[in-house]
Every structure is written in structure tokens, then in C-alpha cells.
């Protein structure tokens, strides 16, 4: 078992050993071992040319990282808070994502900027947004969000070494929370693809998608309706940008079904992407209508129990998930009645 904290921290630290290019700034990464620990120790090994710790100004020391990357180093930009990323997204967007298209192909800009992102827990409105679908909008980006310890681990070090600029959209409720993983995770040529969803459970009645901590959500809800004989399949995205489509449109043609989990806003999220993929390649396969579930279409609130009741709950979830198969037998019903009575009309 190992963390998502520690998953993280060796996998900035084996790049680090691997590539002396890589170095790491940001907001106390270095002196206080990073505001959530994800750099422990990495000053100490690899010194103060190689963890910079910066002002609190994210224009400004993202602006310089990506003039690094420009002159072929490999930065990688932390953000205390995702949220802080806006005072920098004119550098993300303007100078990082769109170089190498503006240059035709001859400059690469190889940055990652990561950190926690979405909401954590009682800490309001500006520091609990999910910046998945903003980022994923923007071509010349690339967006990984991981879930487990394998996820962290193998999708930073795919980020570090991509030449493309890779926001990496961490969640700080995750860092402490341990998973099981294998020898071969470990090892330090370990890397996941960028791009590749994974199948965290198999199943044949109703597709489940989900990214970041919904992910485990996802499964728990799955846990529930499997009590109820509904088998579930889990699909774990990874990558939000690019978006493995061809996993997730295999998956419904073969449950007809699917239910998108998010923690962001529902208007232009990753899930109406995803039910626009559905619709274009696979509409002929559903037997019900697709259900999104999202956060709430207000700013976080700041008191407890109205914060819980605008993300979503496990509960929540498999409700929604019996709706939908209620739904389907509805629709099966109408589509026969209404064969019944033109047939019946007709002779």
C-alpha cells in the first residue's frame, strides 16, 4: 500500500534523479517540504537551483517556467490551489499551450503545472472549483487527473517526460489515501500512456464514468447496485484531454447505458462531452436516456452542510443509477405499446 502523497513525491524524484533538466518551483516546495508535503525531502537531495521556492505570485514564477521550458529545460509549476492557477492562465494558455502551433511545429514547450484541484473541504467559493472542463477546452494542453497511487505515479512521470505543456489536476482529499499497487508500479521505468482510460470494474448493464476522487464514489455506488443485481462498469478517464473515446463509446455499446460523475459545474463539463461522443458514435446502442451527475450550478458554498449537498454523494449516485434502469423499462414499454398499436392499426 502507498499513497498518493508518496506516489506523487517518488515520481518527482526519480524524474528528477533521471533528467537533471527537471526542476520544481513553487510556493514553499522547498523549505516547508510543499504546502501538502508532495516535496519532502527534494531540497535537501537536489538543492536550491533545482527547488525554487517563490513569492506568492503565480504570474510571475509560471511566466518564468515557461520561458525555461521555451529554452529546453523541464519545469514543473505548482500551485498551492488550482484555483491561484488563474492569476497565471494567461502564460498556460497564450504562451504554453499555443507555441508550438504558432511556431509550426518547431517549439516544443515540455511544462507541467500541478496541484490540488476542486473542492477540499470548508474552504469556500475561490478555492474549490474543478478546472478540468476549462483546461480541457483549450487545444495545445494536455489534461491528466488522476485517482489512485498507480494513477499519480504513472501518469506524473508520462507528464514530466511528454514535450507538450500537461496540466495535472491533483485532489487534495486524495494525497492522504492509500492504495495497493504492484512491483512493476514501483519500478522506475514505470509510465503510464497518456490518452488511456482505464476499466477499474467490469460490468454489463450500465457504463459508469469518472475522474479524480469521483472515481471512488463511482465504485462505492457500483459496491451498491451490485447488491441489487445491476452489474456496473467503472471507467476510470485519466486523461481528460485527450479523451480516450474509444474505451468509453466500447463500454456503452456493450451496457447501453451511461451515467457521467463529476464534481464540477454540469453546463460544458467533461460529461457533456462525453454524452455528445455517446450521441455522435454510439446513439443507436443506448436504451435509455444518459444521466450526468455534476456538482451544483452555484459557487461553492462555504457552510458544511450546504457544501455536501453541492458535490456529488455516493448516495446520490445510485439513485440515479436505479432512475436510469427504471427509465429504461419505461421506454421499452412505450416502444412496444407503440408497436402494438401501429401493427395493430395496419392490419
Not at 255 to 283: K, M
Request: hydrophobic residues 45%.
Amino acid at each position: 500500500m502507498i499513497t498518493v502523497r508518496e506516489s506523487l513525491n517518488t515520481a518527482l524524484d526519480e524524474e528528477m534523479s533521471a533528467d537533471p533538466k527537471v526542476f520544481l518551483m513553487g510556493e514553499e516546495v522547498g523549505e516547508y517540504d510543499g504546502a501538502y508535503k508532495i516535496s519532502k525531502g527534494l531540497l535537501e537531495k537536489y538543492g536550491p537551483d533545482r527547488v525554487i521556492d517563490t513569492p506568492i505570485t503565480e504570474a510571475g514564477f509560471t511566466g518564468i517556467g515557461v520561458g525555461a521550458a521555451y529554452h529546453g529545460l523541464r519545469p514543473v509549476i505548482e500551485f498551492m490551489t488550482f484555483n491561484f492557477s488563474m492569476q497565471a492562465i494567461d502564460h498556460i494558455i497564450n504562451s504554453a499551450a499555443k507555441s508550438n502551433y504558432m511556431s509550426a511545429g518547431q517549439m516544443n514547450v515540455p511544462i507541467v503545472f500541478r496541484g490540488p484541484n476542486g473542492a477540499a473541504a470548508g474552504v469556500g467559493a475561490q478555492h474549490s472549483q474543478c478546472y478540468a472542463a476549462w483546461y480541457a477546452s483549450c487545444p495545445g494542453l494536455k489534461v491528466l487527473c488522476p485517482y489512485s497511487s498507480e494513477d499519480a505515479r504513472g501518469l506524473l512521470k508520462a507528464a514530466i517526460r511528454d514535450p507538450d505543456p500537461v496540466v495535472f489536476l491533483e485532489n487534495e482529499l486524495l494525497y492522504g489515501q492509500s492504495f495497493p499497487v504492484s512491483a512493476e508500479v514501483l519500478d522506475s521505468s514505470f509510465c503510464l500512456p497518456i490518452g488511456k482510460a482505464k476499466i477499474e470494474q467490469e460490468g454489463k448493464d450500465v457504463t459508469i464514468t469518472a475522474y479524480s476522487k469521483m472515481v471512488g464514489y463511482a465504485l462505492q455506488a457500483a459496491d451498491i447496485l451490485a447488491k441489487d443485481g445491476i452489474s456496473a462498469e467503472v471507467i476510470n478517464l485519466r486523461s481528460i484531454r485527450p479523451l480516450d473515446r474509444a474505451a468509453i463509446n466500447a463500454s456503452v455499446r456493450k451496457t447501453n447505458r451511461l451515467v457521467t460523475v463529476e464534481e464540477g459545474f454540469p453546463q460544458h463539463g467533461i460529461g457533456a462531452e462525453i454524452c455528445a461522443s455517446i450521441v455522435e458514435e454510439s446513439f443507436g446502442y443506448l436504451d435509455a436516456p444518459v444521466e450526468r451527475i455534476a456538482g451544483a450550478d452555484v459557487p461553492m458554498p462555504y457552510a458544511a452542510n450546504l457544501e455536501r449537498l453541492a458535490v456529488p454523494q455516493v448516495n446520490g449516485a445510485y439513485l440515479c443509477f436505479t432512475f436510469l434502469l427504471i427509465m429504461f423499462s419505461f421506454y421499452h414499454f412505450i416502444f412496444w405499446k407503440l408497436a402494438y398499436l401501429f401493427l395493430w392499426r395496419t392490419t
